[in-house]
């Protein structure tokens, strides 16, 4: 974490990610002059608004056309700047999608992307407001690097983390105020690399975003009423996917659930899915999201409940995989 740039729970209790996303880039502009930020009409919703009050030479409003946006991000990267993106997920992934690919990921530059918005956290706004397709279509793209913070602190620390990695980064956050999963941003985030939130060695969970307080809490409620033992991963980084601490889940703990406010189809449950099949190596495997529809409206945290991401389909869904059974002789050292 770069100095200045610490964010304590009292700050993480009070702002949403993406109001700790706007501060964090007016401090970073202070020191890295080719920092600019861009949004189409939405700077207010997404924060991005207080980078460029404090920085009005350096922000550009396209309008309500995120298609010429990003190519305007393209073409200040290729002059050597470092654009900052943002506008609503649904936006950046579908609307855009073309400009995305062809302008940013087709000649690998240097554009930062945050998302905010995702999934199903502007609840209320309508299902043409949710996003639910752009962990998939993101991940997709070649050379795109995706994360997804699990709190405020997470989020600046991915933030800074973005800007010393070259190449066009996507940054997915909610829009409300997401409960702080961490305490402090000193426990080791590194792009690509997941962090283990609980040890366990009955069943493993993987989450990013929302999901992981919520199977923090899972686990300990689990360990209280049923004896279990539940290993917790925050996967905040898609794409480069953490690849090790899949395989040694498989081998040490049988069971792996997924879970993300996102479609089943192309997200986390997808890429982690394709590390176990790669593998060759068998494990009891569910994966929880938003099922193949289109999400209903209501407020976030019903949301999370009616599709069982919150803490009590977390529980409800570990007890479920726990009754599978698996093949416990299994010697995966026979050269098969």
């Excluded at 209790?13 to 890295?32: F, S």
């Excluded at 998939?136 to 800007?163: F, K, Q």
Aim: proline share 2%.
């Amino acid at each position: 974490m770069a100095e200045g740039l610490t964010w304590n729970v009292y700050d993480a209790n009070t702002m949403t990610q993406a109001d700790i996303y706007g501060e964090v880039l007016c401090k970073l502009g202070e020191t890295n002059e080719r920092i600019v930020g861009l949004s189409a009409d939405l700077a207010r919703s997404t924060k991005i608004g207080v980078f460029a009050a404090r920085y009005p030479d350096r922000f550009f409003n396209a309008g309500i056309a995120e298609q010429n946006m990003f190519g305007m991000a393209a073409g200040l990267a290729l002059s050597g700047l470092t654009p900052f993106v943002s506008t609503m997920a649904a936006f950046t992934t579908m609307r855009a999608a073309e400009q995305v690919r062809t302008d940013i990921c087709y000649q690998n530059l240097d554009v930062k992307i945050i998302a905010t918005h995702g999934g199903i956290s502007f609840g209320q706004a309508g299902t043409t407001h949710h996003c639910t397709e752009d962990i998939a279509i993101m991940r997709s793209m070649a050379n795109m690097t995706v994360i997804v913070p699990a709190d405020g602190i997470e989020c600046a620390n991915a933030v800074v983390a973005c800007l010393e990695r070259p190449g066009p980064v996507y940054i997915r956050i909610g829009r409300g105020f997401e409960q702080a999963c961490y305490s402090s941003d000193d426990y080791g985030f590194t792009i690509g690399k997941a962090v283990e939130i609980t040890a366990g060695s009955d069943i493993t969970l993987i989450c990013c975003g929302i999901t992981v307080l919520q199977a923090k809490e899972a686990a300990r409620l689990l360990h209280e009423s049923d004896g279990l033992s539940v290993r917790v991963i925050n996967m905040h980084t898609i794409k480069p996917l953490d690849t090790e601490v899949i395989l040694k889940a498989i081998a040490e703990t049988r069971r792996i659930i997924t879970f993300e406010d996102h479609n089943v189809y192309g997200g986390l449950g997808s890429a982690v899915s394709e590390v176990i099949a790669e593998s060759g190596r068998a494990c009891a495997f569910s994966r929880v999201g938003i099922p193949d529809c289109y999400s209903i409206v209501g407020y976030p945290e019903d949301l999370y409940n009616f599709y069982g991401l919150d803490t009590d389909g977390i529980v409800k869904k570990v007890r479920e995989v726990m009754k599978r059974d698996f093949e416990e002789e299994e010697n995966w050292e026979d050269g098969f």
